[in-house]
């Protein structure tokens, strides 16, 4: 619930050599206090990150920050983020939403990475479900902006994203092995062992370093996956998600995977 909180989760991760990835939870506000509330809770983690000297850096959505009603306003919020980041030497990833959201979020990714001095410290996230996606990797991958590649988690219409799973995950292989082999620092985030199967194939294959990229997985599933790839020798970093503004979030992770209902029902009962 609390930054204390996902600060001694971070430190439990980072004890089993798994980096992190923190998120402050919280999405589509309606007001400017929303907004610097929401901003001054990523200040206080970003200070307090700095002097613990752990292995994270932190995770944001634009609708926590007001993209919706105010884009200006959340771009400077965001700006004054990254330049905090930079200062204590972290990274910021902007998380991606909705695909009404897409071209907003990578525009305003862009500005921000091409200011002076914050090359690499300001990222996103590309979903590997929309059609666009490809052509959206090679544009950022052309300014050096380091890509999340999931599948996506929002409900999007067959005119903008693939609806059958197997063109999901065939695009997902497709935009990794482009990704992995690019020289810029990628992120693949999958709990789908076919999908990490196939990238280490690939990798082994091209001889592609293990440093080259990480995998990336949510605090708390398939942890025996996290920690086989640790132990292998690859990159892997833990998205863990903090705060009262658990809800949405919670119902996305539950929607993608029915079965977690009735496990949560069965524990519930027991
Ligand atoms: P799936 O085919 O959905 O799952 C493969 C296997 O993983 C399942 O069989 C199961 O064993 C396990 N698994 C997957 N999900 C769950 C779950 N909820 N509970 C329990 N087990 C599960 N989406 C966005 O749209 N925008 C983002 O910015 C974004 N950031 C992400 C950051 C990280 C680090 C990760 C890991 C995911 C992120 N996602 C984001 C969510 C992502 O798009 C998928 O919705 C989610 O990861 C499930 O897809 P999968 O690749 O794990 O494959």
Known sequence: MTIEDA?????SVNRQGLAVSLDALGESVTTEEQVHAAAEVYHRLLDAISTRGHHVNVSIKLTQIGVEFDPALAERVLDEIVVHAARVDSFVRVDMEGSALTEITLAMVERIHSLPGMRGRVGT?????????????????????????CKGAYKEGPEVAFPRKEDVDANYVKLAKRMVSSPVFCGMATHDEWIIG??????????????????????GIRRDVQRRLAAEGFGVRVYIPFGPEWYPYFMRRLAERPANVLFLARNLLH
Not at 139 to 149: K, N, V
């Open 125 to 149: 996230v590309l979903q590997a479900y929309l059609y666009r996606t490809e052509a959206d990797a090679e544009r950022l991958l052309a300014q050096g902006i380091r890509i999340r590649l």
């Open 7 to 11: 600060l001694r989760a971070c430190e």
């Open 198 to 219: 196939a990238i280490r194939r690939f990798v082994a294959e091209q001889g592609i370093a293990k440093s080259a990229f990480e995998f990336q997985m949510l605090y």
